[in-house]
């Protein structure tokens, strides 16, 4: 069966800071994706970064870059100079090659200080 | 970015009527779209899967009578809640497949706040 874990169920950072969310995954498969979604008070589910499995160079999207360690089924997002409009919920999600549905973790509540 | 809308944003009814939502993809199509309840602070649960033309794909304890999915083309799914009651007020979300560069993505609905009443 296929997880995804996100051990970081809040946090909190003051503005202009870096901070790291965590997330580890399980699977048996070889090709799959990964990726960020951000979900603000608004609650619309909003695509930040994603990572192909077989490419070995780090996404990076502007201020968010992905630490992708495949051996240790680890994707972990790292926001940069953050900003208050990065306060949202964020879920770590995974597919694999020839399943379509998305996995998703619990998520890691993310508050920006002023 | 793709873009997907979804309407109405949030709707009341009764209960024991049906309520329909709406699902599109903009300016892409998509042969495969999902849709997820979500309860407060907790992530997205699947539905179902609608692939256009064919039937859903239902998860699990996801009454299909209830639920209602139509993928009548390439950008549109609908989602009718039958009959429905306060337990099935919730946050319903859509979401489209893409290819882009080969990169298999889903991109979100804003969602449907449901209330019944």
């Known amino acids: 069966a296929q997880t995804v874990t996100q051990s970081q169920p809040e946090m909190s950072v003051q503005e202009a800071e870096t901070v790291t969310l965590s997330c580890t995954y399980d699977?048996?498969?070889?090709?799959?994706?990964l990726f960020w979604y951000k979900q603000p008070p608004s609650r619309q589910m909003i695509l930040v970064i994603r990572?192909?499995?077989?490419?070995?160079q780090n996404a990076t999207e502007n201020r968010f870059s992905v630490n992708f360690q495949k051996a240790a089924k680890s994707f972990s997002l790292k926001i940069s100079d953050s900003q208050l409009g990065d306060t949202a919920m964020y879920f770590c999600a995974f597919i694999h090659f020839g399943n379509e549905k998305l996995t998703f973790g619990t998520g890691t509540r993310l508050t920006i200080i002023p | 970015g793709a873009v997907v809308s979804q309407h109405p944003s949030w709707v009341i009814c009764k209960s024991g009527t049906s309520v329909k939502i709406e699902c599109r993809s903009l300016d892409f199509q998509a042969t495969t779209m999902f849709w997820y309840r979500q309860f407060p602070k907790q992530s997205l649960m699947l539905m179902a899967t609608?692939?256009?033309?064919?039937?859903?794909?239902?998860e699990q304890g996801v009454e299909k009578d209830k639920f209602l999915i139509n993928h009548a083309s390439l950008t549109l799914s609908t989602l009718t809640v039958t009959s429905a009651h306060p337990e099935d007020s919730s946050f319903y979300i859509c979401?489209?497949?893409?290819?882009?560069?080969?990169?298999?993505?889903?991109?979100f609905g804003p969602g449907t706040r449901l209330t019944v009443l």
């Open positions: 609608s692939n256009e033309g064919s039937k859903a794909t239902y």
């Open positions: 699977t048996s498969e070889n090709n799959y994706y």
């Open positions: 990572q192909e499995a077989y490419k070995q």
């Open positions: 979401s489209a497949r893409d290819w882009v560069g080969s990169t298999d993505t889903q991109y």
